[in-house]
Nanobody, 126 residues
């Protein structure tokens, strides 16, 4: 059974850092791209980062470029999102999702992903 479980969210002050984890089970992580998305109240879900199956390609939305870093440890079946210099506008529920890198065309399109985690809340506030 394919499962993705996010963890690491919480409340942090502006300028702080968090590291999100996406633990995968039920499939071989090596063969898939993993994307991170977020959804703030009243807004559409948006893709913010993606890492290809072969580690060679990483993608970031402009709003998080230079502040967030995506990485993966296939031996641990886990993908990470290191988030630094957090801003109040980063407040959202964060999701990870699995995509087929071989057929993926638009890395930030939710329809490119077939399995999703339940999400973890990130709140940036003083």
């Amino acid at each position: 059974q394919v499962q993705l479980v996010e963890s690491g969210g919480g409340l942090v002050q502006p300028g702080g850092s968090l590291r999100l984890s996406c633990a995968a089970s039920g499939f071989t992580l090596d063969y898939y791209a993993i994307g991170w998305f977020r959804q703030a109240p009243g807004k559409e879900r948006e893709g913010i980062s993606c890492i290809s199956s072969n580690h060679d390609n990483t993608y970031y939305r402009d709003s998080v470029k230079g502040r967030f870093t995506i990485s993966r440890d296939n031996a641990k079946n886990t993908v990470y999102l290191q988030m630094n210099s957090l801003k109040p506008e980063d407040t959202a529920v964060y999701y990870c999702a699995r995509g087929d890198w071989e057929t993926m065309d638009r890395v930030f399109d939710p329809y490119e992903y077939d399995y999703w985690g339940q999400g973890t809340q990130v709140t940036v506030s003083s």
